[in-house]
T-cell receptor, first 111, second 111 residues
Framework: DVKVTQSSRYLVKRTGEKVFLECVQD?????MFWYRQDPGLGLRLIYF???????EKGDIPEGYSVSREKKERFSLILESASTNQTSMYLC??????????FGPGTRLTVL | QQQVKQSPQSLIVQKGGISIINCAYE??????FPWYQQFPGKGPALLIA?????SEKKEGRFTISFNKSAKQFSLHIMDSQPGDSATYFC??????????FGTGTSLTVIP
């Protein structure tokens, strides 16, 4: 079974803090994704990566950056957390084809 | 704007009944239409997906109906069970990297 793990299930941070969300997949997938999920808005793509050190912006990249130094690990960085970044963050990965495998999510609260 | 519109927002069905969730899209370049199922505290998981060259796909109790001319697709859950209670998301993609998700339908199946 494909396994996508996220470093934290719940996270509480203060406004202005730098926040790191980590995602690891164990299936040697080329492509990895970061989404945020908000009620009434569904899932929205923040960034994706199709190879080590390669990244592309999604629909809502503002206020976020990403890092992919190793194939299995994809990090989402909030440079200066704000209250409007309080959300559920979901990581996903895929190899060929279109099927994405999602992690369990990190619920981030910014106070 | 919302690339994929999903309805209803919530649905209550009796055990044994049929659950129907609808989605509509505008971009005719989309060529992959998945449905995801999400239980509380879990990430979304692929349930069933369809390509636009077929009008229907069935997997067990789950069926996707696809109407290319109307740019609509729907999920039918036959013989709905309490264990089907979850949030369902439709999505669409033309590249396998950029996915556009609907806003989700919360399904409750009453025993």
């Amino acid at each position: 079974d494909v396994k996508v793990t996220q470093s934290s299930r719940y996270l509480v941070k203060r406004t202005g803090e730098k926040v790191f969300l980590e995602c690891v997949q164990d299936m040697d997938h080329e492509n990895m994704f970061w989404y945020r999920q908000d009620p009434g808005l569904g899932l929205r793509l923040i960034y994706f990566s199709y190879d080590v050190k390669m990244k592309e912006k999604g629909d809502i990249p503002e206020g976020y950056s990403v890092s992919r130094e190793k194939k299995e690990r994809f990090s989402l960085i909030l440079e200066s957390a704000s209250t409007n970044q309080t959300s559920m963050y979901l990581c996903a990965s895929r190899v060929t084809g279109y099927e994405q495998f999602f992690g369990p999510g990190t619920r981030l609260t910014v106070l | 704007q919302q690339q994929v519109k999903q309805s209803p927002q919530s649905l209550i069905v009796q055990k044994g009944g049929i659950s129907i969730i609808n989605c509509a899209y505008e971009n005719t370049a989309f060529d992959y239409f998945p449905w995801y199922q999400q239980f509380p505290g879990k990430g979304p998981a692929l349930l069933i997906a369809i390509r636009p060259d077929v009008s229907e796909k069935k997997e067990g109790r789950f069926t996707i109906s696809f109407n290319k001319s109307a740019k609509q697709f729907s999920l039918h859950i036959m013989d709905s069970q309490p264990g089907d209670s979850a949030t369902y998301f439709c999505a669409a993609s033309s590249t396998g990297n950029q996915f556009y998700f609907g806003t989700g339908t919360s399904l409750t199946v009453i025993p």
